[in-house]
C-alpha cells in the first residue's frame, strides 16, 4: 500500500498569515489530489494535478506537484478564517481502482 | 439539487442491531463508493460499484454488505453492529474511474 504521509498534523495560524501543508511519499503517483473537509461535512476536491511540476492556482492556494510525481504542497497566501479545515491529499493506488488518503492537516485560522 | 446525498445524517443505535445507509447521487456518475472515517479523521475506502459493478471491496468483515439497485443508488447494509463499526460513513461517487470524487455529506453512526 501506498502511502501518503502528510504534515504537519495541526497548524494553527492567525489570519492574514502565509502557510504551507505537505504531503509526501515514496511512490510515484499519476495524479494526485487535494480536498478539504469542515466539520460535520464531506470533503470537498480542491485541485487534481497531473504533470510532474505542475502549479494550479485556487485564489489564494497554490498547488504544486513535485518533478517526480511524488510529493505534492499546497500554499495558502493571506489565510482567512474561511480557510479553516481538514486538507487531505490522495492518490490512485498503483494497479488498482483505489484512491489512497493521507491523513490530512487540520487547519485552524483564527481571527 | 444536492448532487451527493446520504440518509440518515446521524444514526444511534444499540449494538447487535442491523442497519442499512442509503446514498443517492444526481450526477449522472458511473462509479460509487463508501468510505469510513474513523475518530481521528482517517479515510479509508470500504466498497466502489461501477455500473451497478462490484469493483474494490476492502478487507472489511462481511457483516457490511453493498447493494446497488442502479447506477444512481448506493446503500449500505451492516449486520450485527459492534462498537467499534462507530464512525463517519461517506458515500461518494466518479465519473467512471478517474479518481475525482464528489462526496456526501456522511452519516454518523453510534453503536452504543
Known amino acids: 500500500t501506498q502511502l501518503l504521509e502528510q504534515s504537519p498534523q495541526f497548524l494553527s495560524i492567525q489570519e492574514g498569515e502565509n502557510l504551507t501543508v505537505y504531503c509526501n511519499s515514496s511512490s510515484v503517483f499519476s495524479s494526485l489530489q487535494w480536498y478539504r473537509q469542515e466539520p460535520g461535512e464531506g470533503p470537498v476536491l480542491l485541485v487534481t494535478?497531473?504533470?510532474?511540476?505542475e502549479v494550479k492556482k485556487l485564489k489564494r492556494l497554490t498547488f504544486q506537484f513535485g518533478d517526480a510525481r511524488k510529493d505534492s504542497s499546497l500554499h495558502i497566501t493571506a489565510a482567512q478564517t474561511g480557510d479553516t479545515g481538514l486538507y487531505l491529499c490522495?492518490?490512485?493506488?498503483?494497479?488498482?481502482?483505489?484512491?489512497?488518503f493521507g491523513k490530512g492537516t487540520k487547519l485552524t485560522v483564527n481571527p | 439539487d444536492t448532487a451527493v446525498s446520504q440518509t440518515p445524517k446521524y444514526l444511534v443505535t444499540q449494538m447487535g442491531n442491523d442497519k442499512s445507509i442509503k446514498c443517492e447521487q444526481n450526477l449522472g456518475h458511473d462509479t460509487m463508493y463508501w468510505y469510513k472515517q474513523d475518530s481521528k479523521k482517517f479515510l479509508k475506502i470500504m466498497f466502489s460499484y461501477n455500473n451497478k459493478e462490484l469493483i474494490i471491496n476492502e478487507t472489511v468483515p462481511n457483516r457490511f454488505s453493498p447493494k446497488s439497485p442502479d447506477k444512481a443508488h448506493l446503500n449500505l447494509h451492516i449486520n450485527s453492529l459492534e462498537l467499534g463499526d462507530s464512525a463517519v460513513y461517506f458515500c461518494?461517487?466518479?465519473?467512471?474511474?478517474?479518481?475525482?470524487?464528489?462526496f456526501g455529506p456522511g452519516t454518523r453512526l453510534t453503536v452504543t
Open positions: 490522495a492518490a490512485p493506488q498503483g494497479g488498482s481502482e483505489k484512491l489512497v
Open positions: 461518494a461517487s466518479s465519473k467512471g474511474r478517474d479518481y475525482e470524487q464528489y
Open positions: 494535478v497531473v504533470t510532474g511540476g
